[in-house]
């Protein structure tokens, strides 16, 4: 497998965890919540061939560090994936977010002076409203949560993450995506992004979207279930030099659910002229 996490990097957040492969122009993958770096695995090994690929996980999620009182909102996601770049000495990497990497990358790009050469934008969180009724909930009442019996919570993990899915995907990538929550520190982490979550931290990107510094596409799968078409469409009136695609016949999670699709738009926008 080409994902791999080899790498520890001491960050103002804590260790993250991190990999690289291939050669080529850098490129970087943000992932989003509630995943990890390993929600790219199955499009790094194509990606490698053309691009010197990046990827970590955020601070209290996959196999990065996750302690108890870490602050792991997006204003510090910004701030360390700005220290992500000057680590691996990155002045213009190409970048593909998803989910909440897109408000992570959108706070480094116009609110911490990384610079991008591509950008691509896939169903992610960037503007207002975001999280669903369940989201919400959670969020009021993280503690009765916190209480819940290790198997009652797995099955709250696991049916959280099929929700974001229309499509069958492979039950081994499933079990990944849910086994960093079902520790004692991933199931504490897990609740705490919810508490942690704050509309304020896009709010206060939304007026700047228009002063991105690079070429931009944004994809979205058509039938997502959390972050709805129309919402990418918005998106898309707010970053007046970006480009629209809408991925037919996937959710949320396009990387998992058809790589081949991901990958055949990737090619087109990061190799056109």
Sequence with gaps: MSWKLDETVQTSAGAVAAGRT?????????????????????????????FRVHWYDMPGYGRSSKEAGQRTSLDVQGKIFAEMLAHWRLERPMVVAHDMGG???????????????????????????????????????VQAFLGLPPHIHRAVVEAYIEGAIVNDIDPADLESLVEPWVSEEGRVSFYRQFAQADERYTAEIEGLLADIRCPVKIMWG????????????????LISQASFETLTGVGHLPQLEDPDLVIGRLDQFFHHT
Excluded: Q
């Design 22 to 50: 291939g050669t080529g122009p850098p490129l970087v993958l943000a992932h989003g919540w509630p995943w990890s770096s390993f929600s790219w695995h199955r499009i790094i090994p194509h990606l490698s061939k053309h």
């Design 222 to 237: 058509e039938n997502d279930p959390w972050i709805p078409l129309e919402r990418g469409k918005a998106l898309h009136s």
């Design 103 to 141: 408000a992570t990358t959108l706070r480094a790009h116009l609110l911490h002076g990384c610079d991008f050469e591509r950008y691509v934008l896939m169903n992610v969180v960037a503007m207002r409203p975001w999280g669903s009724e369940f989201f919400d909930h959670v969020g009021r009442h």
